[in-house]
């Protein structure tokens, strides 16, 4: 019988689980798997990821689920329609990004949801499973010293045929297999609960001069961080601008702090480890992009692990320049395209942001574009082109125009439109926005 392991009880960890037994029960193969969520509650959750996007509802509602819509109440969730926008773009915007109206994500308390999973999900509620609270020492690989073959992945002397390491910010397998991100935004946030509930039903992204606020409604608090760079921003400057905003008397806040950076990997060589939440990598908390990034790795390696090749290094190879591609890629031109608008503020940390994020999306190793020259760029001139030819226009809005948007925000002609409207974008006039 194949036996997977799952390790870490926060957001990721507990998303693992739920694909994995949703895709072993679409197998029909409880018979032939059993599952292991290993997590030490003893390790405090890491507690500012209470935005989400869509596609955690998706994963946490699916079958065989646990929850019905009034179990949010258990983690004192509310639900989120979008974000909203405050003083981005150079005439300092304020607008709200809605998902589709098909989709709704989720605001909750990261510790009672983790909490709430530990309590139901367990040998009693779901077949061929077992968690255990445990602290995890160390973790190798059975391999065959002469051929290489990988035979298994040995946790505390256990084997597991794969184990998906969802344990945090620090991985439990060559902690130093990482590079720095080539896009630095933000590497702080002080938070700060204030005891007044709210259900906006967005979540509040704010800029401010040396940084950017996020508010967060839940059923019984609402949650305000302050995110900046400490290299640009002393942590007095920051408080400063925080307590503009949210009058904070009486409320300490937490400090979280964060290295960008980015696992060299998603699959181990052996084909028997894989890393995934914030043992994979973390940039920034705009807009809970980290989430959807990691739920695209979930549904990845869920399938990969209940597969029957584990190893093909060509398939391993192949995952990999995926996670690089669709991941790494993606999610550093996500978020410099909503830097490089910029803010209100003429300052340090927005001109040096935004600066850096024209340079990821201008580089055109990294976001190639058949319709500019080697002399334009996409951020100066590509809307333009496009905005100025009818035909091109026409097509663009229907999603025919024969050009690779290498990310989400240009793929959807009405993600974009209404977003760069928002961000007061010069072009922006030249794409009527559907109401």
């Known amino acids: 019988m194949k036996k997977i392991a799952v390790i870490g009880a926060g957001v990721i960890g507990i998303t693992s689980i739920l694909q994995l037994i949703e895709q072993r029960t679409n197998l029909n193969a409880e018979n032939d798997c059993k599952i292991v969520w290993l997590y030490d509650t003893s390790i405090d959750i890491?507690?500012?990821?209470?935005?989400?996007?869509?596609?955690?509802?998706?994963?946490?509602?699916?079958?065989?689920?646990?929850?019905?819509?009034?179990?949010?109440?258990?983690?004192?969730?509310?639900?989120?329609?979008?974000?909203?926008?405050?003083?981005?773009?150079?005439?300092?915007?304020?607008?709200?990004?809605?998902?589709?109206m098909s989709t709704a994500a989720i605001h909750f308390d990261t510790r009672l949801?983790?909490?709430?999973?530990?309590?139901?999900?367990?040998?009693?509620?779901?077949?061929?499973f077992e968690s255990r609270d445990t602290k995890i020492k160390s973790i190798s690989f059975d391999q065959d010293p002469i051929g290489g073959h990988c035979f298994g992945a040995v946790i505390d002397g256990e084997s597991f045929d794969f184990v998906l390491d969802c344990?945090?910010?620090?991985?439990?397998?060559?902690?130093?297999?990482?590079?720095?991100?080539?896009?630095?935004?933000?590497?702080?946030?002080?938070?700060?609960?204030?005891?007044?509930?709210?259900?906006?039903?967005?979540?509040?992204?704010?800029?401010?001069?040396?940084?950017?606020?996020?508010?967060?409604?839940?059923?019984?608090?609402?949650?305000?961080?302050?995110?900046?760079?400490?290299?640009?921003?002393?942590?007095?400057?920051?408080?400063?601008?925080?307590?503009?905003?949210?009058?904070?008397?009486?409320h300490q806040y937490n400090k979280f702090t964060w290295k960008p950076k980015f696992s060299n990997y998603v699959l181990h060589h052996s084909g028997r480890y894989a890393r995934n939440g914030n043992a994979l990598?973390?940039?920034?908390?705009?807009?809970?992009?980290?989430?959807?990034?990691?739920?695209?790795?979930?549904?990845?390696?869920?399938?990969?692990?209940?597969?029957?090749?584990?190893?093909?290094?060509e398939l391993i190879n192949d995952i990999n320049s995926w996670y690089y591609q669709e991941v790494v890629g993606d999610w550093l031109l996500n978020a410099a395209w909503m830097y490089h608008f910029g803010s209100e503020y003429d300052t340090p940390f927005w001109q040096q942001v935004q600066k850096n994020a024209k340079d990821i999306l201008n580089n055109k190793e990294i976001n190639p574009c058949r319709l500019i020259s080697d002399e334009q760029t996409f951020t100066d001139d590509l809307f333009n082109i496009i905005g100025d030819d009818?035909?091109?226009?026409?097509?663009?809005?229907?999603?025919l125009l024969d050009v690779e948007f290498t990310f989400d925000f240009c793929r959807d002609y009405y993600n974009f439109s209404s977003f760069t409207r928002g961000m007061s974008a010069d072009y922006a006039d030249k794409f009527p926005t559907f109401t």
């Open 46 to 100: 890491f507690g500012i990821g209470e935005s989400t996007t869509p596609s955690l509802s998706g994963q946490i509602a699916s079958p065989p689920s646990y929850l019905r819509y009034d179990s949010k109440d258990y983690f004192d969730a509310t639900i989120k329609f979008g974000n909203r926008f405050v003083g981005w773009g150079k005439n300092g915007g304020d607008f709200t990004r809605y998902f589709p």
């Open 167 to 250: 344990s945090g910010g620090k991985s439990l397998v060559n902690d130093d297999y990482y590079f720095d991100s080539p896009f630095e935004t933000c590497n702080t946030v002080l938070a700060t609960r204030l005891p007044e509930p709210a259900d906006w039903g967005y979540t509040l992204t704010q800029t401010t001069r040396n940084g950017w606020m996020f508010g967060i409604p839940l059923q019984s608090r609402r949650t305000y961080g302050y995110a900046y760079n400490s290299s640009v921003t002393t942590e007095e400057e920051a408080q400063q601008d925080f307590r503009s905003l949210v009058p904070q008397e009486g």
């Open 113 to 128: 949801f983790s909490s709430f999973f530990i309590e139901h999900l367990n040998e009693e509620s779901c077949y061929n």
């Open 390 to 399: 009818p035909e091109m226009r026409r097509l663009f809005v229907h999603d």
């Open 281 to 313: 990598g973390f940039l920034d908390p705009l807009e809970a992009l980290a989430g959807m990034y990691y739920d695209n790795v979930t549904d990845k390696m869920a399938n990969y692990a209940l597969g029957d090749t584990y190893n093909n290094i």
